[in-house]
Nanobody, 125 residues
Framework: QGQLVESGGGLVQPGGSLRLSCATS????????LGWFRQGPGKETEGVAC????????HYVRSVKGRFTISRDDADNTIALQMNSLKPEDLGVYYC??????????????????WGQGTQVIVSS
């Protein structure tokens, strides 16, 4: 049974940066598309950033393009999300996810077989 465990969330001021990390286990991670979803207060879950197997294809939701960077390290079974120039609307619970979809499909549908427990990101002055 695959497990994903996020870390790195917290409180940051607008314009600041955070780096989220996710450790995976029990998955053949190199065969999976990996990603980050988020759910803001009163909002639907959205796919923020997704990365295909071997990192050949990336997909970002428009609102984070140029500010967020997703990466994966299959040797360490980890995935990261570097978030820069954070805005109050980036507030939410961020989930590490994994599935067999393409990066674009997984992020657009915001659905995945494997989810972490989530980590809270608060952007506030």
């Amino acid at each position: 049974q695959g497990q994903l465990v996020e870390s790195g969330g917290g409180l940051v001021q607008p314009g600041g940066s955070l780096r989220l990390s996710c450790a995976t286990s029990g998955l053949t991670v190199e065969t999976k598309t990996l990603g980050w979803f988020r759910q803001g207060p009163g909002k639907e879950t959205e796919g923020v950033a997704c990365i295909s197997r071997r990192g050949g294809s990336l997909h970002y939701v428009r609102s984070v393009k140029g500010r967020f960077t997703i990466s994966r390290d299959d040797a360490d079974n980890t995935i990261a999300l570097q978030m820069n120039s954070l805005k109050p609307e980036d507030l939410g619970v961020y989930y590490c996810v994994a599935d067999n979809f393409s990066a674009e499909a997984m992020c657009i549908a915001a659905t995945a077989d494997y989810w972490g427990q989530g980590t809270q990101v608060i952007v506030s002055s």
